[in-house]
Nanobody
Framework: QVQLVESGGGLVQAGDSLRLSCTAS????????MGWFRQAPGKEREFVAA????????YYADSVKGRFTISRDNAKNTAYLQMNSLKPEDTAVYYC???????????????????WGKGTLVTVSS
């Protein structure tokens, strides 16, 4: 069974940075794309970023492009989301997710994810 565990959330001020981590277990991490999603209070969950199996290709929502960076360390079975220049509108629960089969990160914003972590809360104060 695939398990995903996020960490690194917290309360920060606008303009600050945070790095989220997602550690995976239960299968060969390096064979699958990974994604980050978020859900703000009262809103639907939305795509944030995705990365292919070897980290060579990354994709972002327009709202975070240029501020957030997704990366991965396959030796540590961990994906990261570096968030810079945080804004109050970035406040949300952040989830990492992946698919049961190997799929392209390019289309992660359209896929139904099969595995989700429990999320980590990021709060950005103004």
């Amino acid at each position: 069974q695939v398990q995903l565990v996020e960490s690194g959330g917290g309360l920060v001020q606008a303009g600050d940075s945070l790095r989220l981590s997602c550690t995976a277990s239960g299968r060969t991490f390096s064979s699958y794309s990974m994604g980050w999603f978020r859900q703000a209070p009262g809103k639907e969950r939305e795509f944030v970023a995705a990365i292919n199996w070897n980290g060579g290709s990354t994709y972002y929502a327009d709202s975070v492009k240029g501020r957030f960076t997704i990366s991965r360390d396959n030796a540590k079975n961990t994906a990261y989301l570096q968030m810079n220049s945080l804004k109050p509108e970035d406040t949300a629960v952040y989830y990492c997710a992946t698919t049961r089969s190997s799929r392209s990160a390019r289309w992660f914003y359209t896929y139904e994810m099969d595995y989700w972590g429990k999320g980590t809360l990021v709060t950005v104060s103004s």
